[in-house]
């Protein structure tokens, strides 16, 4: 997935990216996406930049006149879709920034999306913004605070921290003492940390950068759940140097604490069936989206979906569902990396998680729900549904068995612990031949569609 589709852009946006931990990174991404589809995107600070970072993109047109330079880059939009600019270099060789009203002119241009970076960090993970920024103009519709998860743990200090004392401020503490997840959260969500400057009407969102690994993803989370109690609205968990600059898009407050997680398996190619198989129709939907109506249902809340292989197209398919997007770079290498996946997007609390097969449009909402009542903490820590004998999915699985999943390598789902633990499964009877019926062949689903009679 994409970090465009991630954010959700409107057909036109001026989106200022604010904070530490990537924060360059992630415009040069962003501006790299947008002009590859098609976009036309200019990219400058209102504070400053290195030259070497905007000429990673561009070569930057500067001059102090801002009528000027809203005419050359006029002219250069002619025959150029990603445009750097600024207003000049100071005496230390950086790049000055733009004034407001040259932001508001370039921005009347026909162009899709002015890019800008509005504060330095000096390559920390984690900032307080001075007294004289982030320099955000009015005409921004869109805030995007950054900040590296590698901070977690680290001393609030210098380089890990960029302005110690004024983070320490926010947070009302010393400077002593490791950063926790919730120092996180309030510096990014705090009015003068993350979220000073924005103007009115504008979209505010976090996105933490460097997730790398199941354990930062975790941690992430509870950042990320962080946020959405100070009245956050939308959390991408990226890495954003990388091929796959978005790992988890993260919206609203996590359901109740003890209540059973709801994973959706996407991720898979689908090869056997030439490829593109979730996107299939079914009765006028496609195959993913019914399959996660499906698991809304019967959950009641959000429920995550674990994506990998065509993740912008799968996730254009659930638009306006309210679940948790996870992406799974790793899907080629088997069915474990995705339930891995899945684990790190659930809430920090989750006592169990539901695993759900995409493929499996048969299973119903009163199969789910039968699953989720049968389970009981301190029970067996694995239940299955079985009809006429013969056990399917969706697998149940108690978290004090996620240690062994994370464990898994390639092709491997639940089936392996349930064999290696039989004494914790609990058998649920269910009057649904849908829970061993995939769609993985065309046979299977001209079948399916032949059939296709309620359970």
């Known amino acids: 997935m994409q970090l465009r589709q991630a954010l959700d852009l409107k057909t036109k946006e001026i989106i200022t990216m604010v904070g530490a931990g990537g924060k360059t990174s992630a415009l040069i991404c962003l501006a790299r996406e947008l002009a590859a589809a098609g976009k036309r995107v200019i990219i400058a600070p209102t504070t400053r930049m290195l030259p070497g970072q905007l000429s990673r993109l561009a070569e930057p047109i500067l001059n102090s006149d801002g009528n000027c330079l809203t005419k050359t880059v006029k002219y250069r939009l002619q025959r150029e879709n990603l445009i750097t600019c600024g207003s000049g270099i100071d005496d230390r060789g950086k790049v000055m920034g733009l004034d407001a009203a040259t932001v508001a002119a370039l921005g009347d241009l026909d162009v899709d999306y002015l890019l800008l970076e509005g504060d330095g960090a000096a390559g920390a993970l984690l900032k307080a913004p001075a007294a004289y920024e ?50 996180v959260a309030k510096v990014l969500a705090h009015p003068d940390g993350g979220r000073k400057g924005v103007p009115p009407g504008a979209r505010w969102l976090a996105l933490l950068n460097q997730a790398e690994g199941y354990d930062l993803l975790r941690r992430g989370r509870e950042v990320a759940a962080a946020i959405f109690n100070a009245g956050g609205e939308k959390v991408i968990l990226g890495a954003v140097a990388t091929a796959n600059p978005v790992r988890q898009v993260l919206g609203g407050p996590d359901p109740p604490a003890g209540k059973v997680g709801v994973i959706v398996l996407a991720a898979g190619a689908g090869e056997r069936m030439g490829g593109g198989k979730l996107l299939l129709p079914l009765k006028g939907q496609p195959l993913v989206r019914r399959v996660v109506l499906t698991a809304l249902e019967a959950a009641g809340d959000k429920v995550v979906v674990v994506l990998g ?112 633990y039989p004494e914790e499964v609990l058998p649920v009877e269910v009057s649904c031949p849908g829970i061993f019926q995939d769609i993985d062949t065309p046979a299977d689903y001209r079948a399916w569609l032949q059939e296709n009679s309620p359970c």
């Open 134 to 183: 982030p320099v955000i103009p009015p005409v921004a519709t869109m805030v995007i605070a950054v900040a590296g998860l590698p901070v977690l743990g680290r001393p609030l200090a210098p380089p890990f921290v960029h302005r110690p004392r004024l983070v320490a401020g926010l947070l009302g503490r010393g400077e002593d003492g490791p950063l926790a997840t919730a120092d």
């Open 309 to 420: 292989h065509e993740s912008d197209k799968m996730a254009a398919a659930l638009a306006g569902l309210k679940v948790d997007l996870a992406i799974n770079p790793a899907y080629r290498l088997g069915l474990s990396t995705s339930l891995q996946a899945g684990l790190a997007a659930l809430p920090p609390r989750t006592p169990a998680a539901l695993f759900v097969l995409a493929d499996q449009p048969g299973v119903t909402p009163a199969v789910l729900r039968q699953l989720l009542e049968a389970y009981r903490p301190g029970g067996r820590r694995i239940i299955v549904p079985v009809y006429r004998g013969r056990r399917g999915n969706p697998v149940l699985i108690d978290r004090g068995l996620w240690p062994q999943i994370l464990n898994l390598k390639g092709d491997i789902g639940a089936r392996e612990i349930i064999r290696e």
